[in-house]
């Protein structure tokens, strides 16, 4: 049950796109669309803005998006806003039918 | 609209015990899996466990494998877990998640807001 791996910090000035990637195994991420991503800004809940790799919950804006190519994930930031600056997981669903998220990154907004 | 309130969280001595419990509201409880999620301070999610709909299933982070246990009660709309054996490194604040799904636990989409568990002498 080994952590996703995920770059600690990434940095966009407001319009631009950032992405981060989520790597996994043949395990979790490889073997299953079931890949997840949380917002997560200091002190409050995660937010859930990407599941099932590519779909988004209603109310998350159309500028996240997901995709995901063999062991790694990735979430899309466009049109970067102030608000969006927090921490983001990933998650996946794993062949032990467990769950294990990444260790998370810090978006820093210019 | 989903409503998630955890409650029980407090500070209690290494090798003691604790049991959390997740308040839910706004959607039918019996018909979705649970999770329980930490978060140590300054430090990423760590997913702990999950349960199915009708309880029927468990499954655990080999980190608490043995020492913590999740239950639910369907009358009660509510969520526990049982904390057993407390070390350290499980000082967190403890999230209680609704999942998508009702067998698997694939996507946690609802959060409660968390409680605080401090293992400290």
């Known amino acids: ?110 | 609209q989903v409503h998630l309130v955890e409650s029980g969280g407090g500070v209690v001595q290494p090798g003691g015990s604790l049991r959390l419990s997740c308040a839910a509201s706004g959607f039918t409880f019996s018909s979705y899996g649970m999770h329980w999620v930490r978060q140590a301070p300054g430090k990423g999610l760590e997913w702990v466990a999950f349960i199915r709909y009708d309880g029927s299933n468990k499954y655990f982070a080999d980190s608490v494998k043995g020492r913590f246990t999740i239950s639910r009660d369907n009358s009660k709309n509510t969520l526990y877990l049982q904390m057993n054996s407390l070390r350290a490194e499980d000082t967190a604040v403890y999230y209680c998640a609704k999942d998508v799904n009702m067998i698997r636990g694939v996507t946690p989409d609802y959060w409660g807001q968390g409680t605080l568990v401090t293992v400290s002498s």
């Open chain 1, 1 to 110: 049950q080994s952590a996703l791996t995920q770059p600690p910090s990434v940095s966009g000035s407001p319009g631009q796109s950032v992405t981060i990637s989520c790597t996994g195994t043949s395990s979790d991420v490889g073997s299953y669309n079931r890949v997840s991503w949380y917002q997560q800004p200091p002190g409050t809940a995660p937010k859930l803005v990407i599941y099932e790799v590519t779909n988004r919950p209603s109310g998350v804006p159309d500028r996240f998006s997901g995709s995901k190519s063999g062991n790694t994930a990735s979430l899309t930031i466009s049109g970067l806003q102030a608000e969006d600056e927090a921490d983001y997981y990933c998650s996946s669903y794993t062949s032990s039918s467990t769950l294990v998220f990444g260790g998370g990154t810090k978006l820093t907004v210019l």
